[in-house]
């Protein structure tokens, strides 16, 4: 038994489409529920900022990919795998030819797309999605330094910080704020 996670490979936009026919055929008898354990489609939570409004929006991690848990048998996995293969909208598993026994991610990997998908425990925090550029003027909506406005000085999308060159008591001094604590000023 070679259990573990499997990527396959789908046409776009038929992720949520071929987990619901995977399930079904698991309901109906045709997949047994020993071997298809588990069946993901990994989405992230991004903040999107549009006209000073927060909106909270799922994305696809890996748009086109499904991450399907398996614990493939020595004998019969071909019977498997070839079920799912033939589902309208699927092309294949990722590292197997047609008809060859496909093979599992490391559980690194597959760890690491879980926990950006919020399916297991980990730092995961929400994405921001709002284009900042250095130079241009901000003004701080949260924190501390509420109301003051100044000019961006660095952009950190991996941590979601900018740091604000602010003028207190007239002196531009470096303040380090949250994405979602800034709003472009026009």
């Known amino acids: ?42 989405l992230e939570e991004i903040i999107e900022i549009k006209d ?18 398996m614990d493939l048998p020595d004998l019969g996995w071909k019977n498997v795998c070839s079920t799912i293969r033939r589902i309208n909208g699927v092309t294949g598993f990722i590292g197997a030819p047609s008809g060859s026994r496909p093979y599992p991610i490391s559980a690194d990997e597959a760890r690491a797309i879980l926990q950006k998908a919020g399916e297991i425990k980990g730092e995961k925090a929400p994405r921001v999605h709002q284009s900042f550029s250095v130079g241009e003027t901000v003004k701080i909506i949260d924190g501390p330094f509420a109301s003051f406005s100044g000019t961006i000085e660095d952009v950190n999308l991996d941590r979601n910080k900018l740091r604000v060159m602010v003028g207190i008591f007239g002196r531009a001094t470096p303040v380090e704020v949250d994405l979602l604590q800034v709003e472009k000023m026009i």
Do not use: Q
């Open 1 to 42: 038994m070679a259990k573990g996670w499997y990527i396959l490979h789908t046409y776009s936009g038929y992720e949520n489409k071929i987990e619901k026919e995977i399930r079904t055929l698991i309901k109906n008898g045709d997949i047994d529920p020993s071997v298809v354990l588990d069946i993901k489609i990994p």
């Open 52 to 69: 000073g409004k927060k909106h909270n929006v799922h994305k696809k991690i890996l748009p086109s990919y499904i991450l399907v848990e």
